[in-house]
């Protein structure tokens, strides 16, 4: 929707003042002129050249129209006989800006990811074929009507954002432009609106019309794209076609009929190529075609279609071969570069599954494809260009890093790059050959056209790049050159052929020359000729050879004259050939001028030659030479790359390749000489280090057959090439080749626990290979056909192999010396395709899959004992081939869900129960019609169920298996032959596909894998509405009992029973640490102590903290701060920038708003952080989790919030970060186990340095004042690192220092760097030593606290000091330089403390200011305080709960009616300094406001009178949380007694109630009364049984009641607010009058249990046989639940259920439900959207929500959870369940659509979740931490 200023439409010309040119810009033959029709002024736009003329909105590019309207309305008319165009640059929600542009200067649509082209033809009365493109004679004023926001989706499927720019070029005449939201049709009137469901166009907008004369008769309205090319979910528009039309070309997937006005048919509409409409989602797809376009002429048509436009016969008129596109057609994610690999949409649901794209590629493994000549530098010397196949890859040489030009569909056989690195060209070898120009920055094809030659050997640029020239053949295989005009493509213009030539002569190499873009040359067989492009033809004539004219040439080169001249006179030409001759030709005089001949020497009896010569004899064959102005390489078919001088006098280097040299190219600096072999090799010699470095390596023949590794990271590949080869997956390099002359290796596995990996060969043959000694360990040649594929199973027991003759094989590989257990014979289909996936083991190991005995049956096998459990016949009649549907590939999903999946030969997937064998539901594999399906060799599902990956062709697809009415794949292109195998990577975040070469994805989507699974067995599937779990028997022994029972040791028997145990998870927890040992360090210096986390070691997958906007929920504030960390707060006063963690989450929080972002992605708990000195990264380190073997470090960037890199540097906590000051380097230091400390180089964040220390270090520091310097303290000794650079290598020099003696025999824990050379340490026993750094000695020391030293930071003349105890001191140290002088007699009575504070915990943080006047220190705490020096004063700026955070409770609502409470007192005096007076409640830091949190802030006294209250706030614990019924404030209550009210939307505390030694338990906030909000009250019950009532309009104590003997654990008031519940330990609930005081009954049916949850709600049900106003229950740790129908007015209380739910009898069934040594807590809650209904959680058999009907007494629902509750909340406003998990997850269920997700953000377990009473905000607490969550309107 447009702003409210755009609306309901805009004038751009009138708004942006074009008149006055100061907003908009004109360039050319502009001119203001009055049109005759519409009798006014309009702007005229004309000249020749379209792109020099026009008028452009805004004025600069920098700047942006900011126009939201969806429909852009274009008034104008084309000039005669001339061209037009008509840009708009259009940017996205996601802000990627793509330009749209219109011309009937387009011959036909194009598409790229950011440029659309429209050809856009005005046709005349009479059909002319040959005027289309140019404007006819009698052309009208037009109205195009834009829908901006359907052409990105249609086209690009993306989001419109705005309108940002737009251009009009000549020649036109335009009126005006107009933007809106609505819809308008400008040829009805108002008379016609009112009878009309329509907008008419405003007066403004309209075109004049004379009365009696039609609108359509002197106008023609044009509606882009029409309404049949919608989305399905808008209305098809019924509408007519105009007198006149427009030709509009759109993009491949739909036909775009144009919409006219209400006038009858009177013409036709005749497409050119038909497409697949986007909203036949419902209806037979129709096959796509290339470029449409559409016309339409004035031929009556009867062929009508009331339901909306019709399709008639479509003829091709205009083809192009291939295309370049994003199809999103029906909901379909194509990514695609040819027509005939495009699918259509399969019919369904036309919305596609998110991330779209849901893969990236990352990296390629492969080199070469169609030839290995084509290797490239960049003009720049930093990367190499080289074709891989069918992609084109660009490789960084210094860091490894690859980008893709991705597009073509058959192997890349020629490539071009001029010398400004702006334009790349390439051809793909398929004829006709489909010839690319790329922007080589951007990685965009700027154009896309097929070439005049049938087939494209060489291209070549000019320096230029106006210029490219191509070599080939034609259809009839004559040698074929072409010249093309390229100026003008980077401008929005097209390819030009210049010229073109045959030949008969043959052309190995052509060049353009580089000092003239008019001149070229050639070489082949016995020809060497010059070219000359002049009056638009292409002329040759040859260089006389002499006797050289036989010689077979390979090819040329320039070489430029010793002075530089650019002259043609002075380059001479050197051209090489087969015989091993080097010719020397002068260009001007067209002659050989030299002729040398490189040729062997031996040595008599010499194995090897030695230097080469020039003379005569049998010469070396030399496949390509390269020259640069100092020297000249040469690559020969020995193998070997030479590098000569000019004069070929000797050899200056030379290396020795494994193949022969297929081409050489040195790079424009001279210094590097990049070869290629076509042994698949790519690398370069460095001529100055004289060393090789190799760049890429490559099968020389498709890839069969793939396997990963996890532990080392490597994967396997085996070939045609008779090679297996190992990589290194971070690296994509080689590490391993093993060769085979004898026999073809044909599969491949890993063992999964070993370091070895399992071949299977053509002989029959399996062999175990050691990667460590790189030998064959094994041998068994138990088959007697090839090895068709081999499989493990996951615990490496088993090792399985099938062959061609059908026999199977079953290994034993418990040791290295591994042995056949059992061969059987005619098990496998023996004519089956070899397949990588013809043989599959379930994931828990216990099953075996394959295809066989036959090829149309599936068998499964027990994997131990080989007994066959299951046979399916999946044969069924392909009609399209009259032949039985055939098993080509068989897959196990996850062993959660059972499903065995099978690839079929008619290109379907059948997803089989691998139990049972029924069919659970199959789906087609896309494919187009009338294009026989090719066979799927690979499939494979993710771990968490949501992707199948399938192999079809030579495309990739992608499914969303979770939705199982998917819309259709994702389809991916790259390879240019059949793949053969695709498998996701252990962690599942990456993808590998190989065929021609190997591809390696990311994938940009978070695993699920703890989630239940969407797939899950309908048996075990619920969902709201389903029917009865049991038959009618067995639910009569479910009914609950008449009679309250009496609590016993052995558990009732189960409610209900669903019909197997849901498999989403186990629940099973990691107890392995709970028992284990802890170093202990001293507490001064203990960096990182992570809490006590109950996950278990999977707790952490499947779940991810939700994005900013879309999803449930969405993450709205963090409160707390971890004291767990150090230095894990950051604050730059200059910039404003302020960060701290809390748990796993990074918060960056604007101080002056309160606003905070939310940085995510750490599995475990910050331990620490570093701010960069410029302030634009920010680096977070987190320690260990029980999901990964390393922590993480995460590179920020600081304006953006985006992590730019991730490194794995330790596998234990990282202690410190610290940048060094050029912030060149990053330390990073490990802790007390690792002791490690590295280097990393912040350009790429490799690492530079990494080094084992002796003892543990608690601290690292750069030298602020010399970037070389590191210095360590740790145990006894300081260490001293010199950092030097040699070259890209850095070496460390280490000098040790011990600390002396009259320093103590502490440990010394923190550091900072003085006034140079001065080192200021802190010890573990409260000393503070100095250190002079140049002298490597300490000369003064002073005793500054009595706990440890825990942070230190120097400023100025300043130094503050934090400590153990709490104290934080400012130091005046200004004197110590001058003590240096005195060495060890130095006194420290020079140095004093200037100022004291005590704070709330020890001080593990701080920033302050240059002047360190103020700043932010962090404590153990979890508090965050603001700290000035100069008034003295300390204000609470975060504060966390050091401990666990109990439980919140939600205020109710009754109906819509909300209560607001009277003003409240202002706020109590925050925490205050010593030794300033108090600080008021008004007074805030000079930078920020101050905010409270949950946490309450006491008044702080002096620190000698204060120590006794320190230890109580250490110990304080929120216990609860309630909600006012207006949600405008919230109550806490709290270990140490207190009850605080709190401004729900500051978090500034208003009121507190204190009780002295008691700690408050429960709370519950009372509900609105008859409207009398002065009523408001709150119950709070203690530790000690008592039960007080606080006023909150008075601020006072109203009454304290005892009607407990124990501790209250419950309590809750009743609907109307005159009656409290409470609930105690002993599982007493006492019914009390909170006027009165008095308790009139008491309810002891719990008795023996706590009570757990006391919940009360209206009594709406009417069916259940009991009178009352209330209804309410009473859950106990017994996993019992009470409910009662309560009248308390009339005293009455009636029993209407009693539900006992069971638990595992025994001690060992019960304790794996424990969690943190408890059982999950009993919970339950009536229904708030269904008053019949109760949801109950507890500890039991099965994970699970149960939802009882009151009324109908029975279970009616059970909702499957992963793991065991252990907070709930129902949220009041929307059917939404929230639950929290011990394993640091919530999940939100949605009752309504039975749908699930889950969130992530706590580092442990989540114990409570609550609702607020709008249900707009949903709290999160886990230990210390609160989340507060945003609930989007659903």
């Known amino acids: 929707?447009?702003?409210?200023?755009?609306?309901?439409?805009?004038?751009?010309?009138?708004?942006?003042?074009?008149?006055?040119?100061?907003?908009?810009?004109?360039?050319?033959?502009?001119?203001?002129?009055?049109?005759?029709?519409?009798?006014?002024?309009?702007?005229?736009?004309?000249?020749?050249?379209?792109?020099?003329?026009?008028?452009?909105?805004?004025?600069?590019?920098?700047?942006?129209?900011?126009?939201?309207?969806?429909?852009?309305?274009?008034?104008?008319?084309?000039?005669?006989?001339?061209?037009?165009?008509?840009?708009?640059?259009?940017?996205?929600?996601?802000?990627?800006?793509?330009?749209?542009?219109?011309?009937?200067?387009?011959?036909?649509?194009?598409?790229?990811?950011?440029?659309?082209?429209?050809?856009?033809?005005?046709?005349?009365?009479?059909?002319?074929?040959?005027?289309?493109?140019?404007?006819?004679?009698?052309?009208?004023?037009?109205?195009?009507?834009?829908?901006?926001?359907?052409?990105?989706?249609?086209?690009?499927?993306?989001?419109?954002?705005?309108?940002?720019?737009?251009?009009?070029?000549?020649?036109?005449?335009?009126?005006?432009?107009?933007?809106?939201?609505?819809?308008?049709?400008?040829?009805?009137?108002?008379?016609?609106?009112?009878?009309?469901?329509?907008?008419?166009?405003?007066?403004?907008?309209?075109?004049?019309?004379?009365?009696?004369?039609?609108?359509?008769?002197?106008?023609?309205?044009?509606?882009?794209?029409?309404?049949?090319?919608?989305?399905?979910?808008?209305?098809?528009?019924?509408?007519?076609?105009?007198?006149?039309?427009?030709?509009?070309?759109?993009?491949?997937?739909?036909?775009?009929?144009?919409?006219?006005?209400?006038?009858?048919?009177?013409?036709?509409?005749?497409?050119?190529?038909?497409?697949?409409?986007?909203?036949?989602?419902?209806?037979?797809?129709?096959?796509?075609?290339?470029?449409?376009?559409?016309?339409?002429?004035?031929?009556?048509?009867?062929?009508?279609?009331?339901?909306?436009?019709?399709?008639?016969?479509?003829?091709?008129?205009?083809?192009?071969?291939?295309?370049?596109?994003?199809?999103?057609?029906?909901?379909?994610?194509?990514?695609?570069?040819?027509?005939?690999?495009?699918?259509?949409?399969?019919?369904?649901?036309?919305?596609?599954?998110?991330?779209?794209?849901?893969?990236?590629?990352?990296?390629?493994?492969?080199?070469?494809?169609?030839?290995?000549?084509?290797?490239?530098?960049?003009?720049?010397?930093?990367?190499?260009?080289?074709?891989?196949?069918?992609?084109?890859?660009?490789?960084?040489?210094?860091?490894?890093?690859?980008?893709?030009?991705?597009?073509?569909?058959?192997?890349?056989?020629?490539?071009?790059?001029?010398?400004?690195?702006?334009?790349?060209?390439?051809?793909?070898?398929?004829?006709?050959?489909?010839?690319?120009?790329?922007?080589?920055?951007?990685?965009?094809?700027?154009?896309?056209?097929?070439?005049?030659?049938?087939?494209?050997?060489?291209?070549?640029?000019?320096?230029?790049?106006?210029?490219?020239?191509?070599?080939?053949?034609?259809?009839?295989?004559?040698?074929?050159?072409?010249?093309?005009?390229?100026?003008?493509?980077?401008?929005?213009?097209?390819?030009?052929?210049?010229?073109?030539?045959?030949?008969?002569?043959?052309?190995?190499?052509?060049?353009?020359?580089?000092?003239?873009?008019?001149?070229?040359?050639?070489?082949?067989?016995?020809?060497?000729?010059?070219?000359?492009?002049?009056?638009?033809?292409?002329?040759?004539?040859?260089?006389?050879?002499?006797?050289?004219?036989?010689?077979?040439?390979?090819?040329?080169?320039?070489?430029?004259?010793?002075?530089?001249?650019?002259?043609?006179?002075?380059?001479?030409?050197?051209?090489?050939?087969?015989?091993?001759?080097?010719?020397?030709?002068?260009?001007?005089?067209?002659?050989?001028?030299?002729?040398?001949?490189?040729?062997p020497t031996r040595t008599p009896g010499g194995p090897h030659p030695q230097k080469q010569t020039f003379s005569s004899g049998p010469g070396i064959a030399i496949s390509s030479l390269s020259v640069s102005p100092a020297m000249c390489a040469v690559g020969s078919e020995d193998g070997f790359l030479r590098l000569w001088p000019l004069d070929f006098s000797s050899v200056l280097l030379e290396a020795e390749h494994e193949g022969p040299v297929s081409s050489v190219c040195v790079s424009p600096d001279g210094l590097r000489v990049l070869s290629a072999t076509s042994s698949g090799h790519l690398g370069f010699l460095d001529t100055l280090s004289r060393v090789y470095h190799m760049l890429a390596r490559s099968h020389t023949a498709p890839v069969l057959a793939l396997a990963m590794e996890q532990r080392r990271g490597q994967l396997a590949t085996v070939s045609q090439d008779r090679t297996v080869r190992i990589w290194d997956l971070a690296t994509l390099q080689q590490l391993y080749d093993f060769t085979s002359s004898e026999e073809a290796p044909c599969a491949v596995t890993f063992h999964p626990t070993r370091p070895t990996f399992f071949c299977g060969f053509s002989s029959g043959a399996v062999r175990s290979f050691s990667l460590e000694a790189a030998e064959v360990l094994v041998e068994h040649t138990c088959h007697r056909g090839a090895v068709t594929s081999l499989t493990a199973t996951p615990d490496g027991r088993l090792l399985f192999s099938s062959c061609s003759q059908g026999s199977l094989a079953q290994y034993s590989c418990a040791d290295p010396q591994w042995h056949v257990l059992r061969v059987a014979a005619d098990m496998v289909c023996p004519d089956a395709p070899a397949s990588p996936s013809a043989l599959a083991v379930s994931r828990d190991g216990r099953l075996l899959a394959f295809v066989g005995p036959s090829r149309c049956t599936v068998t499964v096998m027990g994997s131990a004992s080989l007994d066959e459990l299951l046979r399916v016949d999946i044969g069924t009649l392909d009609l399209a081939s009259s032949r039985l549907d055939s098993a080509m590939a068989v897959c196990f999903g996850p062993a959660a869900l059972g499903h065995l999946l099978v690839s079929t030969s008619s290109n379907r997937v059948v997803v089989l129960d691998a139990v049972s064998g029924r069919i659970i539901w199959e789906s087609t594999v896309f494919q187009l019609p009338g294009v026989h399906p090719e066979p799927c060799p690979s499939l494979t599902l993710s771990e968490d169920a949501r992707f199948l990956l399938i192999a079809a062709g030579r495309t990739i697809k992608v499914w969303d298996y979770a939705t199982q009415a998917s819309p259709g794949p994702q389809v991916y292109i790259g390879h240019s032959e059949p793949v053969q195998a695709v498998a996701f990577s252990p962690d599942q975040q990456q993808v590998l596909s190989a065929g021609d070469a190997v591809f390696l994805w990311d994938v940009l989507a978070a695993t699920e894998s703890d989630q239940s699974f969407p797939g899950a067995p309908p048996a075990c599937k619920t969902g709201l509405g389903a029917g009865p779990l049991e038959d009618a028997a067995s639910r009569a022994s479910e009914l609950p009992r008449q009679q309250v029972p009496k609590p016993s040791q052995a558990s009732p028997p189960r409610l209900g029973v669903c019909a197997r145990p849901p498999e989403g998870g186990d629940g099973a927890r990691d107890t392995r640490n709970s028992g284990a040992p802890r170093t202990t360090y001293l507490a001064s210096c203990k960096a990182f102590t992570p809490a006590r986390v109950s996950c278990s070691p999977h707790s952490a997958k499947g779940t991810c903290l939700p994005p900013a906007s879309g999803g449930w929920l969405r993450l709205k504030a963090v409160v707390g701060y971890s004291g767990n960390g150090r230095a894990n707060m950051v604050w730059r006063p200059d910039t404003g920038f302020f960060a701290y963690t809390c748990g796993r989450l990074v918060v960056v929080e604007d101080l002056h708003s309160g606003a905070q972002q939310h940085w995510s992605g750490h599995s475990a708990e910050i331990s620490t952080l570093a701010l960069s000195h410029s302030a634009q990264v920010l680096a977070s380190a987190s320690g260990r989790s029980s999901t990964t073997a390393h922590c993480q470090i995460r590179v920020w960037d600081v304006s953006g919030g985006l992590c730019q890199h991730l490194i794995f540097p330790h596998s234990t906590t990282v202690l410190a970060l610290a940048f060094s000051p050029d912030d060149r380097l990053l330390v990073t230091l490990g802790d007390h186990d690792g002791r490690t400390l590295a280097l990393w180089g912040t350009a790429t964040y490799d690492l530079v340095s990494s080094t084992r220390l002796p003892e543990p270090v608690h601290g690292v520091a750069f030298n602020p004042w010399d970037a070389g310097e590191l210095t360590c303290v740790g145990q006894g000794t300081v260490t001293f690192w010199l950092l030097q650079l040699r070259g890209a290598d850095i070496s460390l020099q280490v000098r040790r220092e011990p600390v002396p003696e009259a320093v103590g025999a502490g440990e010394l824990t923190s550091l900072c760097y003085g006034a140079p050379p001065l080192l200021y340490c802190g010890t573990s026993s409260g000393q503070v030593c100095v250190w002079d750094t140049r002298a490597g000695r300490c000369f003064l020391s002073w005793e500054a606290d009595d706990g440890g030293i825990g942070l230190l930071l120097f400023s100025g003349s300043r130094l503050v000091s934090g400590s153990s105890t709490g104290r934080l001191c400012l130091w005046a140290v200004g004197a110590v330089s001058e003590l240096r002088c005195k060495g060890s007699g130095a006194r420290s009575s020079s140095v004093f403390m200037e100022h004291e504070l005590v704070l709330d915990g020890a001080v593990v943080s701080a920033s302050f200011d240059d002047s360190v006047d103020m700043g932010v220190v962090g404590t153990t705490a979890g508090t965050l305080w603001f700290v000035s020096w100069a008034e003295g004063t300390s204000t609470r700026l975060i504060s966390g709960h050091r401990s666990k955070v109990r439980d919140f409770q939600p205020g109710r609502r009754r109906g819509s009616r909300t209560w607001c409470p009277p003003c409240l007192p202002a706020p109590s005096p925050p925490a205050q300094m010593i030794p300033s007076p108090a600080v008021t409640g008004s007074q805030r830091p000079p930078w920020g406001s101050q905010r409270g949190s949950l946490g309450c802030a006491r008044p702080s006294k002096p620190s000698r009178l204060c120590l006794h209250q320190r230890a109580a706030w250490q110990a304080l614990q929120v216990n609860e949380v309630v909600f006012s019924p207006g949600e405008s404030h919230c109550a806490t209550c709290s270990e140490d007694g207190s009850v605080r009210v709190w401004a729900l939307a500051s978090m500034e505390l208003v009121i507190q109630f204190q009780v002295l030694n008691q700690s408050c338990l429960c709370l519950a906030w009372s509900p609105p009364c008859c409207g009398r909000p002065e009523q408001q009250r709150l119950a709070a019950g203690y530790g000690d049984g008592s039960l007080r009532i606080f006023s909150i309009s008075r601020t006072a104590m109203e009454l304290k009641m005892h009607p407990h003997p124990v501790a209250l654990t419950s309590v809750a008031f009743s609907t109307d607010g005159q009656t409290v519940l409470s609930g105690d330990k002993d599982g007493l609930v006492a019914v009390s009058h909170p006027r009165t005081g008095t308790t009139f009954r008491v309810l002891s049916d719990h008795q023996g249990a706590p009570i757990s949850t006391i919940c009360v709600t209206c009594k709406e049900c009417e069916d259940l046989g009991v009178e009352g106003t209330d209804l309410w229950l009473a859950a106990s740790g017994d996993q019992r639940v009470s409910v009662w129908a309560s009248d308390w007015l009339r005293n009455r209380c009636e029993l209407v259920d009693w539900l006992s739910f069971p638990m595992p009898a025994t001690t060992e069934h019960a304790a794996p439900l424990q969690t943190q040594g408890h059982l999950p807590p009993s919970l339950a809650a009536f229904c708030p959207w269904d008053g019949a209904l109760l949801m109950y959680v507890g500890p039991g058999v099965y994970k699970e929500v149960i939802i009882y009907n009151l009324c109908q007494k029975q279970v009616v629902e059970k909702i499957p959870l992963p793991f065991f509750a252990m907070s709930l909340s129902l949220s009041p406003g929307t059917h939404l369940l929230a639950v929290g998990f011990a394993e640091c997850m919530l999940r939100l269920v949605d009752c309504a659509m039975g749908t699930a997700q889950d969130f992530a953000g706590h580092d442990n377990a989540v114990h409570l979740c609550r609702f607020t009473p709008s249900a707009r905000l949903l709290f999160t607490a886990a230990r210390n931490e609160i989340l507060v969550w945003e609930v989007p309107g659903r």
Not at 3 to 20: C, I, K, S, T
Not at 97 to 123: G, H
Not at 135 to 151: F, H, I, K, M
Not at 553 to 580: H, I, Y
């Open 1 to 599: 929707m447009a702003r409210a200023w755009q609306h309901p439409f805009l004038n751009v010309f009138r708004h942006f003042r074009v008149d006055e040119w100061k907003r908009s810009a004109k360039q050319g033959d502009v001119a203001v002129v009055t049109d005759k029709t519409l009798k006014g002024a309009v702007y005229r736009i004309r000249g020749s050249v379209s792109a020099a003329n026009y008028i452009q909105l805004p004025k600069s590019s920098t700047q942006s129209l900011g126009l939201t309207g969806r429909y852009l309305y274009v008034l104008f008319r084309p000039l005669p006989s001339k061209h037009f165009v008509i840009h708009l640059d259009v940017s996205s929600k996601d802000n990627q800006v793509i330009r749209v542009s219109f011309s009937n200067l387009f011959k036909e649509f194009k598409s790229t990811a950011t440029w659309l082209q429209f050809p856009l033809v005005l046709e005349a009365r009479t059909p002319q074929r040959d005027l289309v493109g140019l404007a006819p004679s009698g052309a009208r004023w037009t109205c195009l009507q834009l829908d901006l926001q359907d052409v990105l989706l249609v086209y690009l499927n993306r989001c419109y954002g705005h309108l940002k720019s737009i251009r009009l070029c000549a020649s036109l005449l335009v009126r005006n432009l107009y933007t809106s939201d609505l819809c308008f049709e400008p040829a009805i009137s108002g008379a016609q609106w009112a009878k009309l469901p329509v907008t008419p166009m405003p007066r403004e907008m309209a075109f004049p019309v004379p009365k009696g004369e039609s609108w359509h008769d002197r106008y023609i309205h044009v509606r882009f794209p029409s309404e049949s090319l919608k989305v399905p979910s808008k209305p098809i528009e019924k509408s007519c076609s105009p007198p006149e039309a427009v030709l509009l070309g759109p993009g491949p997937q739909p036909l775009p009929c144009l919409v006219a006005s209400s006038k009858p048919v009177r013409f036709s509409v005749s497409p050119v190529v038909q497409t697949p409409s986007p909203t036949a989602c419902g209806r037979a797809p129709v096959a796509p075609r290339p470029f449409p376009e559409v016309s339409l002429s004035q031929e009556r048509s009867d062929a009508s279609n009331a339901d909306g436009p019709g399709f008639h016969s479509l003829e091709p008129w205009a083809q192009v071969e291939a295309s370049d596109v994003h199809t999103a057609a029906a909901g379909t994610h194509v990514l695609t570069h040819e027509s005939a690999e495009v699918p259509v949409a399969r019919t369904g649901s036309c919305e596609g599954f998110l991330p779209d794209p849901v893969l990236r590629l990352k990296g390629v493994i492969g080199f070469g494809g169609h030839g290995t000549r084509q290797a490239l530098w960049t003009p720049d010397g930093a990367a190499v260009v080289y074709p891989c196949h069918a992609v084109i890859v660009v490789l960084l040489v210094d860091t490894g890093e690859q980008r893709f030009f991705l597009g073509h569909t058959d192997k890349v056989s020629a490539l071009a790059l001029d010398g400004s690195s702006s334009l790349l060209a390439s051809a793909q070898a398929r004829a006709p050959s489909v010839m690319r120009l790329w922007d080589f920055q951007t990685g965009r094809c700027l154009c896309l056209f097929r070439s005049p030659m049938h087939v494209v050997c060489s291209l070549s640029f000019s320096d230029s790049g106006a210029l490219l020239c191509g070599v080939g053949k034609d259809h009839h295989g004559r040698t074929m050159v072409v010249a093309w005009g390229t100026g003008q493509v980077g401008l929005g213009g097209e390819v030009v052929v210049l010229a073109k030539a045959h030949t008969d002569f043959d052309v190995q190499a052509f060049r353009v020359t580089f000092f003239d873009e008019t001149r070229m040359a050639s070489c082949g067989q016995g020809s060497v000729r010059l070219w000359r492009l002049r009056g638009g033809a292409l002329r040759s004539c040859p260089v006389d050879l002499g006797e050289h004219h036989a010689l077979q040439f390979t090819d040329l080169a320039f070489k430029q004259a010793r002075d530089g001249c650019p002259e043609p006179s002075a380059a001479m030409l050197l051209v090489c050939s087969r015989s091993g001759h080097i010719l020397e030709i002068d260009c001007q005089r067209m002659v050989v001028r030299h002729a040398r001949r490189l040729l």
